[in-house]
């Protein structure tokens, strides 16, 4: 009987020894991988990585094999305590997936807010506008001249450039949504943004203008966007 007795004693204790070794392997591994990750990560210059998510998703992954296994066979994830039941294993496991996910819900920022801030950043980057160190200046005659003999190269001669351009005003409106613009001679139309539109009050037709714009290519007329009355010389 002692013999039993100690036998059992000695399997409990050497199962204890498993179990810690066991957990300690798995903690090990776990921060291995994560080191790792977060310095692969780094090295291809991947800054949106975030280990708090991988490290979620192993512990949810290792609590829904242990739920499953426990409710084949509650013993081999329950190493503690008299009672193994299948209840157990619910209770433990099943609040650990949801906690898991809770905290994955909590920490982990949603996809719409990291695109956010990328487009933030992209914001804060120099467009290729305001890279722009030489502003051209041309007449409207020559920039619809240059337009209708050949518009692919006239796009990539001014297409998203800063230009000035000079011209004859034709009109002074409003489009359908209330944006002020100046029509020019020969067929263009300059657009200007809301807080520019007193610049605009003392033009009339026939009046020269410089305007200074952001050519948009070319629909029906060339459009200048984003445009700052330069000089006006009334006629």
């Known amino acids: 009987m002692k013999v039993r007795k100690l036998s059992k004693c000695t399997i409990k204790n050497f199962m204890h020894v498993v179990d810690k070794i066991f957990c300690a392997g798995v903690c090990v591994l776990t921060a291995l991988y994560l080191s790792i990750s977060t310095s692969l990560a780094a090295t291809n210059g991947n800054s949106d990585y975030n280990p708090i998510a991988d490290f979620l998703a192993l512990l949810f992954l290792l609590f829904c094999v242990c739920l499953l296994i426990g409710l084949i066979k509650p013993s081999l994830v329950i190493r503690w305590g008299e009672k193994k039941t299948r209840g157990k294993v619910l209770l ?18 949603p996809e719409s807010e990291t695109q956010v801030n990328v487009n933030d950043q992209a914001s804060l980057s120099p467009t290729p506008t305001e890279m722009q160190t030489h502003i051209p200046s041309i007449t409207a005659k020559k920039l619809i001249s240059d337009y209708s003999s050949n518009e ?6 001014y297409k998203d450039k800063i230009i000035r351009v000079t011209g004859e005003i034709d009109h002074v409106s409003k489009d359908i949504l209330k944006q002020p613009y100046i029509s020019l001679s020969y067929g263009c139309m300059a657009y200007f943004d809301e807080e520019y539109e007193n610049q605009l009050i003392g033009l009339s037709k026939g009046d020269i203008v410089t305007v200074q ?7 029906i007329f060339v459009i200048l966007k984003d445009c700052i009355l330069v000089s006006s010389t009334s006629t």
Not at 152 to 157: H, L, N, V
Not at 213 to 219: A, N, Q, T, V, Y
């Open 92 to 109: 433990i496991y099943g609040s650990a997936v949801f906690l898991t996910l809770v905290l994955f819900g909590i920490l982990i920022p």
């Open 213 to 219: 714009c952001r050519c948009d290519g070319k629909i």
């Open 152 to 157: 692919i190269a006239a796009d990539k001669k």
